[in-house]
């Protein structure tokens, strides 16, 4: 589902440490062929003789005890000590697609669509321009302009857009990811019911992480305080930080810089060819990156 691997080479920087632990692993479930009619054909894996599954409620339960103590991450500092930083997951936004049929999709007002009350910290965000990235999966290489996505072949593809929500509320007043989750299943029960098989893999959310705690408390360090921003879908994850200083997540040996570069650029490219431009967290987090 995701884009790590599950191998068990040896962890080797703190970078690596954190995107292992920021890595949902929901049980999954096995489908039978003879199961799979109601699926969508473009998305199934036919090569397989059963088709493996999980349900979304599942994936949340994967963050309910992070977001009431928080994803605990060892830090190894530059004078050789180590902390355990903690970090809030905060759902910062999320699109399902699904198989609905295009006359249904087309209508904007049949989206369930959430938005909390806007914030804006800094004013550079609206200066912020977008490329296409080369680090982008090549899947959607031809859905980078609108009129490719207004094909056909591309809304088998990619589905129609039956739900999204994106956060903008300033990160002192969001509430843990678990606890928001569960005030939009009060309203859209299917962000609970749905099977990652009835998920286009389009399908992607993004989650804010915020350092609210290191132990040993009387350690300090400018790069404790870096807040990660994190997308998922099912197939791969994407990485963006803020207030990232000094070398603790990019040691030069461990390849991280280049890891950094190449996930923040597959973030933009998956962005920009899905055509989402609201996406508040993203905005801030490119703007400030380097503060």
């Known amino acids: ?6 191998s068990s080479t040896k962890v080797r920087s703190n970078l690596e440490r954190f995107l292992r632990g920021i890595t949902p692993k929901p049980p999954s479930s096995s489908m039978s062929k003879s199961c799979e009619n109601d699926l969508n054909s473009v998305w199934t894996q036919h090569s397989k003789d059963e088709t493996e599954y999980f349900r979304l409620s599942e994936l949340w339960d994967c ?32 699109q399902l697609y699904t198989s ?42 031809s859905v980078s302009d609108d009129s490719a996505c207004d094909t056909p072949s591309m ?18 007043l969001r509430v843990p990811l678990i606890t928001k989750v569960t005030e939009l299943a009060e309203k859209y029960p299917r962000v609970l019911t749905l099977r990652s098989v009835d998920l286009s893999p389009a399908s992607w959310m993004a989650i804010a992480w915020y350092p609210i705690y290191h132990i040993p408390s009387q350690k300090t360090d400018k790069d404790l305080s870096t807040c990660f921003l994190s997308y998922h879908t099912l197939s791969s994850a994407l990485q963006v930080t803020y207030k990232m200083q000094g070398g603790l ?21 998956w962005l920009k060819q899905l055509n989402v431009h609201d996406h508040h967290d993203y905005s801030f987090f490119s703007v400030n990156k380097s503060l």
């Open 1 to 6: 589902m995701w884009w790590w691997s599950s």
């Open 63 to 94: 963050f309910d005890e992070l977001s009431a103590y928080g994803l605990g991450s060892k830090v190894e500092l530059n004078n050789g000590e180590s902390v355990t930083q903690y970090y809030v997951p905060y759902l910062s936004a999320i």
């Open 100 to 141: 609905k049929s295009p006359a249904f999709s087309r209508n904007q007002s049949d989206v369930v669509d959430f938005e909390s009350e806007c914030w804006s910290d800094d004013s550079e965000i609206e200066k912020l321009s977008r490329s296409t990235s080369s680090g982008s999966s090549k899947i959607w290489d």
């Open 155 to 172: 809304r088998d593809k990619l589905g129609s857009i039956e739900f999204q929500y994106f956060e903008s509320t300033k990160p002192h």
């Open 249 to 269: 997540w990019g040691k030069q040996e461990s390849g991280d810089q280049e890891r950094l570069v190449y996930l923040g650029r597959a973030a933009e490219s």
